[in-house]
């Protein structure tokens, strides 16, 4: 799956925001968060849960900040996983 974010938030903003929310500790509502955030607006951000009883997934959402006008757009991608 493909998305589209935009924002008025400038790119090192994004990314300085991003790397404190990768940076948290889990909680019982948040679970910790793998990844990391470049300075040039590259992404990414991995989650591990629970699938199927004791088997677990970790899913990554790549992706690319960029400055578009006075906008700063947000591409990016998550896998679609398998089949059910």
């Known amino acids: 799956m493909e998305f589209v974010l935009y924002t ?6 994004g990314v300085k925001a991003l790397t404190e929310l990768i940076g ?3 909680t019982a509502t ?9 300075k040039s607006g590259r992404f990414a951000v991995g989650l591990s849960s629970n699938v199927f009883g004791r ?3 970790k899913t990554w959402l790549e992706g ?8 700063t757009v947000i591409r990016g ?3 679609d ?3 059910p």
């Open 77 to 79: 991608r998550v896998p």
């Open 30 to 38: 948040r679970p910790a968060l793998e990844g990391y955030a470049e």
């Open 64 to 71: 690319a900040m960029a400055k578009d006008g006075g906008a």
């Open 81 to 83: 996983g398998a089949s």
């Open 55 to 57: 088997f677990r997934r």
């Open 8 to 13: 008025e938030k400038p790119v090192a903003e």
């Open 24 to 26: 948290l500790s889990a």
